[in-house]
């Protein structure tokens, strides 16, 4: 019996939010726009994706609310949406258990309270401030220490130094 390719027959919302996020390389184009990242070619570039799954998967999340497409100028920038936003929690506690469980020469990126400075546990919390910050109020940089091979794209060579989350990566 052949797989299917949806989730319809699971009747379930997490089911429903596979629909829009499951497919390779969404979370991925997702973390990507957190970080401020809005041009298809800077997608292409620090993905190493290829330029059709890259057009499709930005399609769908467009058609799901989850990006905006707005024009600017000649190009096209694709920013979150309040649904898009709200990934977010989501995102941060699959890259926390990816750090914690999975081994790899990646360094971590360390995500900190704007406002405060204080770096947040790993739930997402900020411990000086006792809230959960707004991704808006997120600065991300490099842990501390050695890092492995350093790609050389504009994404990657901007991310090497604190960013604030969700301005855009010149």
């Not at 694709?78 to 750090?99: F, H, M, N």
């Not at 020469?105 to 770096?119: L, Q």
């Amino acid at each position: 019996m052949a797989l299917g390719n949806g989730y319809e027959q699971q009747g379930c919302f997490l089911a429903r939010a596979l629909e829009v996020v499951g497919e390779r390389w969404t979370l991925l184009i997702l973390r990507d726009c957190f970080y401020g990242v809005r041009h298809f070619s800077d997608l292409l570039a620090h993905l190493d994706i290829s330029r059709g799954v890259l057009t499709e998967r930005l399609d769908a999340l467009v058609a799901a609310g989850v990006l905006e497409r707005r024009p600017q100028g000649r190009a096209v920038e694709y920013v979150l949406t309040d649904a898009g936003r709200a990934l977010w929690p989501s995102i941060y506690a699959l890259s926390k258990w990816g750090e914690q469980h999975l081994s790899g020469n990646h360094p971590p990126r360390v995500f900190s309270h704007a406002d405060c400075g204080t770096d947040l546990d790993d739930a997402g919390h900020c411990p000086t401030c006792e809230t959960v910050p707004d991704v808006a109020d997120l600065v991300v940089r490099l842990a501390d220490g050695p890092h492995g091979s350093r790609r050389s794209d504009p994404v990657a060579v901007a991310l090497r130094t604190p960013h604030r989350m969700l301005t855009p990566i010149p």
